[in-house]
């Protein structure tokens, strides 16, 4: 991506790219088990990124895809569009569904006829099937984190429409016996059975706390938008931080602590609200 592109400056964390010197070490907190994985923000650099061939002036970097072994029900990425970029056919796969949140930056997304420009905060939903597009028309870089999911039909239940909103326009529901200090706020409507997937962004004050292992059949993505924690994933307490990204496998023992000193928020993505085909 030329370096002559600017970057909006944004409350999440949006500093990818570039090349760490010759004389770092070669030490970082990347981790692959068989029951997650964490990719911290300093691997995201220049040389590990994506081309999508359905996108103009765009580079991506590819947080987790259905591989042997690791989360397999949903694909994610980081998405960077330069000024003038974006793409007329963003989705090659006519059963895949897709949901996009916009960290920096704004992003033109029409969907079905329906256009709204998304700016930090704001997100968009693409059925599967739909036609939809995608394009910056700013001046600066637009930065978005692309979910997609192969839609998994309900019998008697149509599939849901386009969505758009923005994530600080919408109520953050407390979690119960939590004195508000664990909030969550979800962006598709859990109690939709047409939708078999959720994305929710999750808020923790410093020193609030997930105080049991969540052990579960659902796959997490889990992207740190601002903040620090200690998070809890199978046996191990990893450190993470703005920037990092989780991939937590069905099962995965989690929790975390958050570590202040500021709101500690991450972007979950979640299968929900399918029966588990045997």
Avoid at 109 to 129: D, M, R, S, Y
Avoid at 143 to 162: D, Q
Avoid at 232 to 255: H, I, K, T
Wanted: some cysteine.
């Amino acid at each position: 991506m030329p370096k002559t592109q600017t970057r909006a400056e944004a409350s999440y964390y949006t500093n990818y790219g570039g090349h760490p010197p010759q004389t770092d070490l070669l030490t970082d907190r990347a981790i692959v088990t068989e029951a997650y994985t964490v990719i911290p923000r300093g691997v995201l650099r220049d040389i590990v990124t994506s081309v999508f061939p359905e996108w103009t002036g765009t580079r991506a970097w590819v947080l987790n895809r259905p591989v042997a072994g690791g989360a397999t029900t949903f694909a994610q990425s980081i998405v960077e569009v330069n000024p003038g970029g974006g793409s007329e056919n963003p989705e090659p796969q006519a059963e895949v569904q897709s949901f996009i949140f916009v960290v920096s930056g704004s992003l033109t997304v029409t969907i079905n006829g329906q256009t709204q420009t998304l700016e930090e905060g704001g997100f968009a939903f693409a059925p599967a099937g739909a036609t939809w597009s995608a394009h910056n028309n700013g001046v600066e870089i637009a930065t978005f984190h692309w979910i997609r999911k192969r839609y998994e039909p309900l019998a008697g239940v149509a599939a849901p429409g386009p969505v758009f909103g923005n994530e600080r326009d919408m109520a953050q529901n407390a979690m119960p016996d939590t004195d508000g200090k664990w909030r969550t706020t979800r962006m598709l409507d859990p109690e939709d059975v047409a939708f078999d997937f959720g994305v929710n962004i999750v808020t923790f004050e410093p020193g609030a706390s997930i105080p049991f292992a969540e052990t579960h059949v659902m796959e997490h993505g889990l992207y740190v938008l601002e903040g620090k924690a200690v998070y809890r994933l199978n046996a191990d307490w990893v450190e993470v931080e703005a920037g990092d990204y989780m991939s937590l496998r069905a099962f995965c023992p989690q929790a975390c602590y958050a570590g202040g000193p500021s709101n500690f928020r991450y972007l979950l993505y979640k299968d929900q609200n399918r029966q588990i085909a045997l």
